[in-house]
């Protein structure tokens, strides 16, 4: 290996990790029997890491472990090994929060850089779900739940100001991953690089208008240095469709790797992002045509109801647990008192609105100008469908960067989403 | 000593530092002589530490030491020796920006919390010099400069992000001094506290008024949030025009033990807040009444003279700096790319300007009803004529704080401060 790592470092395979975890009596007995029982297969499919699942008489364990560079890329592109140190630090506070929604973990080595937690199953990734059109009844409750504990709990509303900071700190050394952040998402897309990609040459002239746009790359720098710069939130960092495994009954979030203290509305606006952007898709997957109308009216109205229930169960906590050191309580008592806190309130959960459907349109136009794209639109083969699903896509983001004050609430941005698609569909019939 | 120090540490005295200092050849040899031919006073009137002056055959030299605990309450109030870590390590970083500004540092001890540095004479402290009717005629232009030297070069604009993010993470362990500014400042002056003070029983109901300011409780708070927040950049933490001293032709910035990342617009503010209270003062310290007014008027200058001195080498910091992460040069290129770049920092540069008029006034009413006052209102004598002058400040203040958005511009603020000052006076006269 050419990358430099810490002398205990080493990348497993299926073979040294049994034996590994033989070696882990706690872990070894959530398996079962001995190695030679079990069952070791490596599954990772993502960008970056090693995922194994062991299966054995008595159960199962899913182990994560970090490569030194981008799995996607190789070699050539080096990645902190540390970002595995991140992801177990992000999970145990996260945890004290919000453990129905996140996987149990049970181990963390910092000289191999792995993680050792419950296998998910029969869960599967969200986002090939919601490609071959299944609702998930619960899935806006637990995920409104999930982002209002972790982002309040995490806050300064919640914390004392120096447990806050001693966080914030911790976190600021995971600058690697939040550098692929201020790049890929903020910055490529909106010039030259060799690492942008789109469907060619169908939305050539749409990518070169997006860097030419100079009130969108205003705006999309204003969103940058805001989240270079304000500290409100431990984020997960990297909340779409695809780090979010779900059954009918169950949301799990996983992978916080990219987590870092940023602004509140990031992680809800790039989930609110994914679920617009599968909404366009959905054209690019219906046979017949109409026939996931249903289903595009269920996207919408899970968007929606994410930011509703994230809105009032932030509120809630904020109402019940003034145990941080901003707003304090002993300035809003009484009567009146009560009154100008919830003006507060409001004033501030209309800025993480606004912020999050900034970063909702920023994670739609990266992911279909830059390097990392959604299996969502990926999987559709025509060309031509797909860039005109991926042209309404952008059309939206655009207008929720640039004109992100200019929508009220939550269903403002659903309406105009349903007013681009059937405008396009009015059209395409002709 | 009741509170718990480092086994190495110990306060020193004028004899202990004299055979301290001849330890450190380099040190002694500034002096000249031996120690003997030294004569060593203990000066401190801040509030927190020793400071020792040595005056040697070869030269002079400044000693600065943390104590355990605030000096101006006692042993009852500990506070970290930390800051003296903090303030050196601030030194190291703005001296790389703004070293005409400041003193020049010689030598850190972290066992004795203790920075030795140039002594600063025939320098007084700005305060005692304004509270005489003295001008500085360069004044506004060297702070000018060193604010925006010291705000732009340790921002998101001219540093890499993970330098950066490294640079937050350190000063995020000032937690504890970052606690006097969110407290005294924020908090204390709009609840019942036995730590705030005013001119009683003169500006009884001024203070009662302020707790019961709903529209001020509720924008203090808020100023309070994004300064525990906001990493915008490495402040000072404590400009005031005690933290500054001066000659007619030099100015020296002191004192950054405060140090930590926040928002741009609390350094400016704060020197903007201690320039209009002692606007308001002068009233108290002219006799007969009326001959402060060109220094009144110099006041007002200044103050519209740092804000645009500030203003206008941020810009121009920027726009030959542009050498950070956020509004990376390559999206706003050409023509147009300048025209849109050049309306961004536009945007940046008012939320600076709304940010600092809201430090300001905060700034103002915790000089007036919290636990720390200025000597500018303190030497008034008369109670009744000071309690007048602080009426005037906490009126302007209210309106910084809560209408802070509705200031065009600098000078929007100095015609206020002056109407206010001549309604009180054309009233006061009959």
């Given amino acids: 290996m050419s990358i430099a790592t810490p002398p205990d470092y080493r990348a497993l395979d299926e073979n040294t990790l049994a034996d590994y975890l033989a070696g882990l009596p706690e872990l070894a007995a959530r398996l079962g029997g001995s190695p030679a029982d079990w069952r070791v297969r490596e599954v990772g499919d993502g960008n970056l890491n090693l995922v194994f699942i062991l299966e054995g008489p008595a159960g199962d364990l899913c182990v994560k472990q970090a490569l030194p560079y981008v799995r996607l890329v190789g070699e050539s592109w080096p990645l902190p090994l540390e970002r595995a140190f991140f992801e177990y630090e992000a999970s145990v506070v996260q945890a004290r929060h919000a453990q ?141 469709t695809g780090s979010i495994m779900v059954t009918e009954e169950e949301t799990k979030v996983i992978d916080p790797e990219f987590a870092f203290y940023g602004p509140t509305g990031f992680d809800v606006g790039k989930l609110l992002g994914n ?41 809630e906590l904020w109402e019940n647990h003034r145990t941080g050191d901003a707003f304090p309580s002993d300035l809003f008592t009484g009567g009146e008192g009560e009154r100008v806190f919830q003006a507060c309130q409001k004033r501030f959960l209309r800025s993480v609105f606004v912020d999050s459907l900034g970063y909702a349109g920023a994670s739609m136009i990266r992911r279909t100008l830059g390097l990392a794209h959604n299996a969502d639109m990926e999987r559709i083969e025509d060309p031509e469908l797909r860039a005109a699903c991926e042209r309404l896509n952008l059309r939206l983001a655009r207008e929720l960067v640039v004109h992100r004050e200019s929508f009220g609430e939550i269903a403002d941005v659903t309406a105009r989403a349903r007013q681009l698609f059937e405008q396009w569909r009015a059209a395409a019939r002709g």
């Fill in 100 to 240: 129905p929604w996140m996987p149990e973990i049970f181990h963390y080595d910092p000289a191999l850089y792995l993680i050792v937690m419950e296998r998910l199953s029969p869960h599967i990734i969200m986002r090939y779900g919601t490609i071959e059109g299944r609702i998930y009844p619960h899935f806006a409750d637990h995920i409104g739940e999930y982002l209002a504990n972790t982002l309040f709990f995490t806050s300064d509303f919640a914390m004392p100001a120096g447990d806050k900071k001693k966080l914030v700190a911790r976190f600021c050394d995971n600058t690697e991953l939040c550098k692929i952040t201020e790049d890929l998402i903020f910055t490529d897309p909106y010039r030259e690089s060799e690492r942008n990609r789109w469907t060619s040459p169908q939305l050539d002239a749409d990518a070169a208008a997006v860097r030419a746009d100079g009130a969108l790359k205003a705006a999309i720098s204003e969103l940058k240095q805001r989240f270079m710069s304000d500290t409100q939130a431990l984020l997960h960092g990297d909340l779409h």
């Fill in 275 to 315: 679920l617009l952007l599968c909404y366009f898709s959905q054209a690019g997957h219906e046979n017949p045509a109409g026939a996931r109308d249903a289903y595009r009216n269920w996207l919408l109205d899970t968007a929606e109801a994410v930011w509703s229930g994230f809105e009032s169960r932030f509120l």
